[in-house]
């Protein structure tokens, strides 16, 4: 079975190479310097929040990747893994924005937006390799949600199997 | 006014006073900061740690006393507490003119 803390972190790389996704999530740091924040969520307890609460802190915008679980089982003839991510949504300020970028944005340029993960534009996440081992996704969702304070939030399931057992 | 809703606006008005922080206000019109008076209230989950700044936290309930600020507070406007710039995410508007604005981090 492969690890998939360097799976989670090759979702973040995926997601960083769509190009209009990546825009909508970039903000100035602290330095000044804009940052993607599309980043990895990985239960380094001690390093990191909580999950529930590294969700409630993140700024807006900013997407946060994390492995939710596998499931085993024969699946078909060459599927005995498949693997789930959760991918949290916060966008970004719309206010005075003349095109801004909200949820259902966000998610069509996921689900559509051109990769690069091999240094040209290729195909939309959906159909692309992420790590080696894994097959391509099966077809993602995504659902609302509300945060403790009640404020919409969107949050994205990939569910990808894995190719035989590495 | 009724009774009621004046009685009210005297209680906001005495509870910031006492136990209200100033905070800088910039609507998005344009209009220009300004400072208001606000009371952090208990957040919905606790931050293990503060980011942003040694004395900020990532999401801040803050009361205020919503009809007296012009112009009226609402959602993208900015709001910095202690040097950490705050978006209003939402806002919980009474019905005896205070609100409760909930923050988030920019």
């Known amino acids: 079975m492969l690890n998939t803390s360097a799976v989670t972190d090759a979702i973040v790389t995926a997601l960083k190479t769509i190009t209009d996704l990546a825009a909508a999530m970039t903000a100035l740091d602290a330095t000044g310097s804009p940052v993607v924040r599309i980043t990895a969520f990985h239960y380094l307890l001690g390093q990191e929040h909580r999950l529930a609460e590294a969700v409630y802190v993140m700024p807006a915008p900013s997407m946060l990747v994390a492995w939710e679980g596998s499931k085993g089982g024969n699946f078909d003839g060459q599927t005995i893994w498949k693997h789930r991510w959760g991918i949290y949504y916060r966008m970004g300020n719309a206010a005075g924005l003349a095109v801004p970028v909200g949820y259902e944005d966000l998610w069509a340029l996921t689900c559509n937006g051109s990769t690069a993960v091999t240094g040209a534009a290729g195909p939309n996440i959906r159909n692309i390799q992420i790590a080696d081992g894994l097959d391509i996704m099966d077809t993602p969702s995504i659902d609302h949600a509300l945060d403790e304070d009640l404020v919409d939030r969107f949050k994205a399931v990939f569910v990808i199997p894995e190719i035989g057992d590495n | ?106």
Do not use: C, W
């Not at chain 2, 957040?43 to 112009?71: C, N, W, Y």
């Open chain 2, 1 to 106: 006014m009724s009774a009621f809703g004046a009685l009210s606006g005297m209680l906001n008005a005495a509870v910031l006073a006492a136990f209200g922080i100033p905070v800088t206000f910039t609507p998005q019109d344009g209009s220009g900061a300004q400072q208001i008076t606000g009371i952090i209230q208990k957040p919905a989950m606790g931050e293990d740690s503060l980011p942003g700044s040694s004395l900020g936290a990532a999401v801040v309930r803050l009361f205020v006393q919503f009809t007296a600020i012009a112009p009226a507070p609402r959602h993208g406007d900015a709001i910095t507490i202690n040097g950490v710039v705050y978006t209003v995410a939402d806002l919980d508007v009474d019905t005896q003119g205070g609100a409760v604005l909930k923050l988030r981090v920019s």
